[in-house]
């Protein structure tokens, strides 16, 4: 059973502060992550995906992949009011055609 | 540029009654999902059809059954409601799923919001 854990939150950060979101899977071979926010009654929107080690920039957004540790990361920077969200990490699975697994999510809350 | 619709957006059903979830796409993708999501327990797969004329179970089947119409719509269908299947559910499309690419990129269409009485 492939497995993505994330805590579920809250997590409360002030209004221009860094939030750090992670991510751990249990699927050694996976190859592929993302990650949405999903609005209070919407539906998830891909914000962000990942397929080498390292880190990735979008904007305020870096997505930071760790094969060897099984981890994958997501840090906002100047958190706004408009960042409160749920965050799903989702994975690929190893090989042929694989769907995606997600997280449970963590909710975000950035306070004015 | 419509992406994903899906119908109906909100229905109450009786234990035992029948409904069916539409879902169609207008990106000319080759896959589509379906998807419920509970609190607490995320999304979780119900079917998904790799391309056109194949379905496959996902993680949580039981209780549904889906049909891939054509390459655009794909419906699941609830036989005898429970109110276990009390749910959001979301249809999602990607243009594929082969590969370690962006090709698995979902697109999620707005929700469909049941409840089982």
């Known amino acids: 059973q492939k497995e993505v854990e994330q805590n579920s939150g809250p997590l409360s950060v002030p209004e221009g502060a860094i939030a750090s979101l992670n991510c751990t899977y249990s699927?050694?071979?996976?190859?592929?992550f993302f990650w949405y926010r999903q609005y209070s009654g919407k539906s998830p929107e891909l914000i962000m995906s990942i397929y080498s080690n390292g880190d990735k920039e979008d904007g305020r957004f870096t997505a930071q992949l760790n094969k060897a540790s099984q981890y994958v990361s997501l840090l906002i920077r100047d958190s706004q009011p408009s960042d409160s969200a749920t965050y799903l990490c989702?994975?690929?699975?190893?090989?042929?055609?694989?769907?995606?697994?997600f997280g449970k999510g963590t909710m975000l809350l950035v306070s004015p | 540029n419509a992406g994903v619709t899906q119908t109906p957006k909100f229905q109450v059903l009786k234990t035992g009654q029948s409904m069916t979830l539409q879902c169609a796409q207008d990106m000319n993708h080759n896959s589509m999902y379906w998807y419920r999501q509970d609190p607490g327990m995320g999304l979780r797969l119900i079917y998904y059809s790799a391309s056109e004329g194949t379905t496959d179970k996902g993680e949580v089947p039981n209780g549904y059954n889906v049909s891939r119409l054509n390459k655009r719509e794909f419906s699941l269908r609830l036989e005898s409601a429970a109110p276990s299947q009390t749910s959001v559910y979301f249809c999602?499309?990607?243009?594929?799923?082969?590969?370690?690419?962006?090709?698995?990129?979902?697109?999620f269409g707005a929700g469909s919001r049941l409840t089982v009485l």
């Open positions: 989702a994975v690929k699975g190893t090989s042929g055609y694989s769907t995606l697994t």
């Open positions: 699927d050694r071979g996976s190859q592929s």
């Open positions: 999602a499309s990607s243009e594929s799923g082969q590969g370690a690419s962006g090709a698995n990129v979902l697109t």
